[in-house]
Structures are given as C-alpha cells and as structure tokens.
C-alpha cells in the first residue's frame, strides 16, 4: 500500500467510524396519552413542577396486585411508597385492606391520627428514642390502640430489652415483629437459633410484650443476575429459611398459635412468587401500583407506569450554546441532532427519566440544575414555552415528596389534589 492509499484509507475509516458513532435524531412529539395531559396542564395546572398520580392506570395496578390473591394471603400497603394519606385513603378503600407498612415515626403519628382502624406493622427496628417520642405525642382521641394495631420492628435482644424497658415504664404493652434475614442480609434475625432468647423475654412479660409476628424481606430473590442463581431458585431458599424459623416455634414454644400471628414478606419485586405459593399469610407492597422506572422488572410487566412529574418549559431557544463555546455551537448542533432545539424547564434534577416529548436529553457539557435545567431535543420535537414536559420517577418514596401537593388524574383531567405525608 503507497502513502496515497494509506491516507484514503484511514480518511475513509475515519468518516465511517463518525458515521456510526455520530447520534441519531431520536425526538419525537407528545403521544395522545401525553398531548392531553399537557393541553389540561395548560389548562388547570399549577404551572409549576409537580407529580402527577394517574388514579385510572393505579387501579388497574390494584385490580392487577389483588387478582388470583388467596384469602389467606392479605394484603399491606407500603406507606413511605405511596407517601399521601388521600392516596393511602384510596387505596386502602379500593383494595379492601386496613394494613399499612410504615417506615418513619412522624408518618406513623400522622397515619394513627388518621387512620384510627388501620393495622400498623413497623418496616424497620426505630431507636427506641423514635418509638418513645411516638408515645409522647400520641393522644388516643382517634380511637387508634398501639397496644392492638401496632407492631414495632425488632432486630434483636438488645433492642427488645429496650422496648420492655420503654414498656414498664410507660405501663403499656407493646405488640413486636421480630425481623428474620432470609438472604436479604439487612439486618434481622440470621438463623432460629437466636430466636429464643428473644421468644423468652416476650413470654416472661405477657403484660409488656407481645408476639405480633415475623417479618422477612426478599426483593434480593428477583435481583441476583440469573447466572448466580434463578429467581425460583432463590425464592425457594427464602422460603425455605422462613419456614425454619416458624417450625423452630412450633417445636419449641407450642403455645404460641403460628396461624395467630402476622408473617409479613414480600414487595413488590416478588409479589407474583408469593401469589404462587408461600409461607406467608401477609404481603407488602407499595411501588408497583405507581410502576416508577426502578420497577421496570420481569415480575412486574403487567403493571402500568401511572407516576410522572410535569413541569412547565420556561425558555425555548433554536440551538444548545453553551458558555465560552459559543464558536462550536454549530458544529456541535450538526453533531447531535438532538440538540437543535434547547428548553430551560422548570426546577430539575430529580431521580427520573425524560418520558414525553421523546428524545429530550441534559448536556454534559452544559450541566445540571435545581433550579432551570436545559434540555435539549431534536427539530422533531413539537413543544413551546407554557407546555410540560413529563418525566418518570425512577423510585416513588422520596420523589413523590418533593413537589407539594400531588395531582390526581382520570381520563386526563385533574380531579384531585391530595397532600403529601408530613416529614
Ligand atoms: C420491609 C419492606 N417490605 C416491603 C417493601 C416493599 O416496598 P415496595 O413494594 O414499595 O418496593 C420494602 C421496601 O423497601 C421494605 O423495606
């Protein structure tokens, strides 16, 4: 090969290779689910960043979560999940169910005010601290009774002999949950062996204490990459270790009733495994009746995405320019087609994922913020100043936290707004 060819050559790999590697034009405008929600945004909207909750799509999520649900299998809601109490209200209404998962001591306040029949299972141990505090601001006016519809978490000895002490003092009983690893590895119980001197202090103060039941969390069932071990695979095991603990009980400590007591597992990752078979008769979840991104799993392919935040475009311009490269601006647009039209949205840098107009993307090289994010798209992108653009929480318990108010929807229309959980 001569020098001319060489050089026609490597030109020629050159400009295949910033052919293949040169972005595609990926913009496209609302879909019709989307063109309506905005033109009723524009319409009846708060023209600020909000989250808005489509009530039509979470009910199919609900129908979907109960269908084929042995009546001994009962369902518990997740509360930090779905952190409204309207939101709580309705689910716990269209599902039939008085169960709630709670994970923080002033949504815990907030529920026993509100929800005076509601069956409260703690999803995490609380410093003892958090669990006095509760107690010190309770007032039983709602009707609310700790000592019946109250299971607080406990990990282990030490902290069980906290919650006694807390208990004698007080002069109340306490009803606890006795957290089991079965492979999660969070924490709880590791093996039966460590159940009984937990199981002792329990039956030694009947006044003080009482058994509620177990909970045994196992999201790591449908997360482990396939060529480590199967779902089934690891479901079975987790069963397997749950089972062990409940026949240490039934050997050793015949008079407590197995059936009497509230063995809670699952989440949304694994619900469809528990709907088969399982050891449980009590089933958490909360995610999945608003499907965020992070729930975009096998298991849960039937559910519906029925979350976005909608925030309003606040400048519109022809092309990205970024500071100090005002030069490239055209070489850059040329580059990526997805940056010839830019948009300055209202607020940004949430955990979420750009959904509708699609193909609208952040610059790295212009950067993020909190306050007005650019995002840029393609000439394919039909969108103005006033219009929203919509984006998909990647998970809902802190997202939905962050923007006031949650609108509610039905067939496109705002028909709600429905106030977050205080902090
Ligand atoms: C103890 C426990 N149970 C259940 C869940 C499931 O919640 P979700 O269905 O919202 O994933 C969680 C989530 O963190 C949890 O910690």
Not at 31 to 48: A, C, Q, R, T, V
Not at 92 to 106: D, G, S
Not at 398 to 410: E, H, M, R, S, W
Request: aromatic letters at 8%; one cysteine or more.
């Amino acid at each position: 090969m001569n020098r001319r060819q060489f050089l026609i050559g490597a030109i020629g790999a050159g400009l295949v290779t910033t052919f293949l590697l040169k972005p595609s034009d990926s913009g496209a405008s609302y879909s019709p689910y989307f063109k309506e929600l905005n033109d009723e945004l524009m319409e009846n909207g708060p023209y600020k960043p909000s989250m808005v909750v489509d009530l039509d799509r979470m009910n199919r999520n609900i129908q979907h979560l109960l269908q084929g649900l042995s009546p001994d299998l009962h369902y518990r809601i997740v509360a930090k999940s779905l952190p409204s109490p309207e939101l709580l209200g309705h689910i716990m209404k269209e599902a039939e169910t008085n169960r709630l998962m709670v994970f923080h001591q002033p949504f815990l306040s907030h529920i026993a005010e509100k929800f005076p029949k509601s069956d409260v299972l703690l999803g995490k141990p609380m410093p003892i601290k958090s669990a006095e505090i509760f107690y010190s601001s309770f007032s039983n006016s709602s009707g609310f009774d700790p000592s019946r519809q109250l299971q607080w978490l406990i990990d282990d000895r030490e902290r069980l002999v906290q919650y006694r002490e807390l208990a004698r003092e007080l002069e109340i009983k306490m009803r606890v949950s006795i957290e089991i690893d079965i492979g999660l590895h969070r924490g709880g119980l590791q093996s039966p062996d460590e159940l009984a001197p937990l199981l002792d202090i329990i039956l030694a103060n009947p006044d003080r204490l009482e058994l509620g039941g177990f909970m045994g969390y196992d999201p790591h069932v449908v997360k482990l990459p396939k060529i480590v071990k199967s779902a089934e695979q690891a479901y079975a095991e987790s069963q397997q270790i749950y089972q062990g603990f409940l026949d240490l009980v039934k050997i050793q400590y015949p008079q407590i009733d197995i059936a009497e007591l509230c063995l809670n597992g699952a989440g949304s990752p694994t619900i469809a495994l528990h709907k088969k078979e399982t050891v449980i008769n009590d089933m958490s979840a909360g995610s999945c009746l608003v499907k965020p991104v992070d729930f975009d799993i096998d298991t849960l392919q039937e559910f519906l995405p029925a979350s976005y935040i909608a925030t309003p475009v606040l400048k519109k311009a022809d092309s990205m320019t970024i500071p100090s490269l005002e030069s490239l601006k055209g070489v850059l647009n040329w580059w990526d087609p997805n940056t010839r039209q830019s948009f300055f949205i209202y607020g940004g840098k949430w955990m979420a994922k750009y959904e509708s107009p699609v193909g609208l993307q952040e610059s790295g090289l212009y950067g993020t913020s909190t306050n007005q994010q650019l995002v840029t798209g393609s000439g394919k992108i039909d969108l103005d100043v006033d219009d929203h653009v919509f984006l998909r929480p990647n998970q809902s318990e802190f997202v939905f936290l962050q923007f006031g108010d949650l609108l509610t929807v039905k067939d496109q229309k705002i028909v709600g707004r429905w106030p977050i959980l205080k902090q």
